[in-house]
């Protein structure tokens, strides 16, 4: 009889988890367009440490980088580029966001909060704390402390 229970639990459980995502969506990848692929591609190799992956076959104007959770950032070379705000940006976690800061001052990497205040941090209100730098065309990307 405990296991009859234990198997409508399990199933009840799975039903309501499926019904809040019901085609299992995972993030993929993010594309940026940039004006020289060579120079984004230092960058997020250099700073994040990404791992360059094949391209499909796509060209060289076109880099894959994966994060250590398989999703990835593609770099496409193009003339067109999207205006740049803080509101649209890319975002990344880490479980050091101090050593990451203090890389970065080595590196000097201009980074600042979500207000704008150079080289620190800001809190969100769900505890989790952030920065903010940009790439060489200007992307914003958020770093922050989330252990997702």
């Known amino acids: ?43 997020y190799q250099e700073i994040f440490g990404l791992k360059e992956i094949p391209n499909g076959g796509l060209g060289d104007h076109i880099r894959w980088f994966e994060l250590s959770n398989k999703v990835q950032i593609h770099l496409i070379e193009s003339e067109e580029a999207p205006e740049k705000n803080k509101g649209f940006h890319l975002a990344l976690s880490t479980d050091d966001l101090g050593a990451f800061m203090e890389f970065l001052e080595s590196r000097n990497i201009h980074f600042e909060n979500w207000p704008g205040e150079k080289g620190t941090t800001n809190t969100r209100p769900d505890g989790i704390k952030q920065i903010y730098l940009q790439d060489p065309d200007g992307y914003w990307i958020e770093v922050n402390n989330n252990r997702l």
């Open 1 to 43: 009889m405990k296991s009859f229970y234990l198997s409508i639990i399990t199933i009840l459980v799975m039903t309501l988890s499926s019904a809040q995502n019901p085609f299992n969506l995972k993030k993929d990848h993010d594309a940026l367009m940039v004006k020289d692929v060579a120079v984004s591609a230092d960058f």
